[in-house]
T-cell receptor, first 118, second 111 residues
C-alpha cells in the first residue's frame, strides 16, 4: 500500500514553455501532498504543501506564479512550471500523506520527474 | 539553520556487518522521526519511523534508536547487504505536517 506515482518520469522542454507534472496517490486518499526539488548531491528542498480543495502553501523563496500547484482531488496534485528556464532544470519529487493508516506525518514519495530545460 | 543534521556524508561497511547511520536534531518540538532510503534518480522510500514516546523501533533488519536527551537518532542495519547501498535521509516532524530532512548519508556496502 501507500503507492505514489508521478508522470512524466522525465521531460525535456524548450525555454519559455510550460510543463505540467502529475502526482497521484494510487491506493489511498491524500488530503495533503508535498512538492520537493532536489539538486544534485543535495537534500530535498520543500517547495510547497498542497491541500485538497484549497490554495497551496509555498515555502519562502518559491515563486507562486512560476510553480503553479493544483490539488483538485484526493488522489491528484499537479505542479506546472510556467515559462521554464534552464535554471528550473532539476529533479522534482512529490509526496503524499496517508492519513488513514500509521502516523499521519509519514510521507510516501513518488519516483520523481527529471526536468531539463534547453 | 540546519535543524536536522547528518554529519557523515558517506559510510562504507562490509557486507554482513552492521551499518550505523546517525542523525542529530536541534528542535525540541520534533516528536516524530523517519528514515528514508534513496537511489539515484528515484524518489525516497520510507524505511522506518519512531515516535518520541519510544526509544527504539525495530522492523526486520532495521532498528531506529532515539535518544531525546541528546537529540540524536540512529539507524542500525544488520546484517548489511549489497542492496542496502543508497543514500539515507533522516527526517523529523513537529506536528506541522512538514518534514525537515537531513543532508543524507551515502552508504556503500562492500562485498
Amino acid at each position: 500500500g501507500a503507492v505514489v506515482s508521478q508522470h512524466p518520469s522525465w521531460v525535456i522542454c524548450k525555454s519559455g514553455t510550460s510543463v505540467k507534472i502529475e502526482c497521484r496517490s494510487l491506493d489511498f486518499q491524500a488530503t495533503t501532498m508535498f512538492w520537493y526539488r532536489q539538486f544534485p548531491k543535495q537534500s530535498l528542498m520543500l517547495m510547497a504543501t498542497s491541500n485538497e480543495g484549497s490554495k497551496a502553501t509555498y515555502e519562502q523563496g518559491v515563486e507562486k506564479d512560476k510553480f503553479l500547484i493544483n490539488h483538485a482531488s484526493l488522489t491528484l496534485s499537479t505542479l506546472t512550471v510556467t515559462s521554464a528556464h534552464p535554471e528550473d532544470s532539476s529533479f522534482y519529487i512529490c509526496s503524499a500523506r496517508d492519513g488513514g493508516q500509521g502516523h499521519t506525518d509519514t510521507q510516501y514519495f513518488g519516483p520523481g520527474t527529471r526536468l531539463t530545460v534547453l | 539553520d540546519q535543524q536536522v543534521k547528518q554529519n557523515s556524508p558517506s559510510l562504507s561497511v562490509q557486507e554482513g556487518r552492521i551499518s550505523i547511520l546517525n542523525c542529530d536534531y536541534t528542535n525540541s518540538m520534533f516528536d516524530y522521526f523517519l528514515w528514508y532510503k534513496k537511489y539515484p534518480a528515484e524518489g525516497p522510500t520510507f524505511l522506518i519511523s519512531i515516535s518520541s514516546i519510544k526509544d527504539k523501533n525495530e522492523d526486520g533488519r532495521f532498528t531506529v534508536f532515539l535518544n531525546k536527551s541528546a537529540k540524536h537518532l540512529s539507524l542500525h542495519i544488520v546484517p548489511s547487504q549489497p542492496g542496502d547501498s543508497a543514500v539515507y535521509f533522516c527526517a523529523a516532524s513537529g506536528g506541522a505536517q512538514k518534514l525537515v530532512f537531513g543532508q543524507g548519508t551515502r552508504l556503500t556496502i562492500n562485498p
